[in-house]
């Protein structure tokens, strides 16, 4: 799952050229989740990116998987929802509506997460990282065209302050396990989210060299976020 200014490809970069020609993936079904950042609110894309998510437990049927592959049905074991900056903020509050209806999908789930934004971020850099050519008094008139940068506001009427809430209640509950990411990884020096450690998140990785939008895109002779993935299937 992507974050602002993304796509569901071109943020991975070779993710999905690699993970065809490795042992690990051979038994998965690799899903990229695409939505269109420059429309609608935080709320609006994970109320969506929910609906989709329910769909995996009839993925063939559910028309996720190309049925013209004649492919057999699917019961999964485990899914692994991976997500970058935004994109974290959409995946956990997915989640939550999942633990709220009591999903059983949502027990199958392991969170992996690329410089997450979940502690909100600098607006002003986002926008001028995610789209290309932007600079200096054009990006706060990026945050006032697209209103889903304001939700990366992180204030106590904001979605991060409620979704941050409602899952330290679940954690608290034993409710929560799938919101427990068990991969966090940041750019060294990230100039647009922070790295605080987010309630009982596994301890994160920083790979130097790296920037925000780089980081969770391999390539020659940057293979790391490829081999994270891999270490948590």
Known sequence: IHGFGG??????????????????FAK????????????????????ELFK???????????HILPIAQGLPERNYSGIILVAHS?????????????????????????????????????IINLAMQALPGLTGLLGIFAKL???????????????????KERTHEFQNQNKGDCTKAKLVVYAKGDKVVRNIPYLNDIAPIVLAETSHVSVCKPKSGFIEPLDLLKSII
């Open 7 to 24: 796509t569901s490809i071109g943020t991975w970069n070779n993710f999905p050229t690699y993970i065809t020609s490795e042992e690990e």
């Open 28 to 47: 998965s079904d690799i899903i990229f989740y695409g939505y269109d950042t420059f429309k609608g609110q935080a709320g609006d894309h994970s109320g």
């Open 52 to 62: 989709f998510l329910n769909l995996v437990e009839n993925p063939v049927a559910n």
């Open 86 to 122: 935004l994109g974290a903020i959409l995946t956990r509050q997915a989640l939550i509506f999942a633990i709220n209806e009591n999903k059983t999908w949502a027990d199958k789930v392991t969170l992996a997460l690329f410089a997450p934004a979940h502690h909100g971020a600098n």
């Open 145 to 163: 065209r697209y209103p889903i940068l304001n939700d990366l506001d992180n204030t106590e009427e904001g979605i991060i302050h409620y979704i």
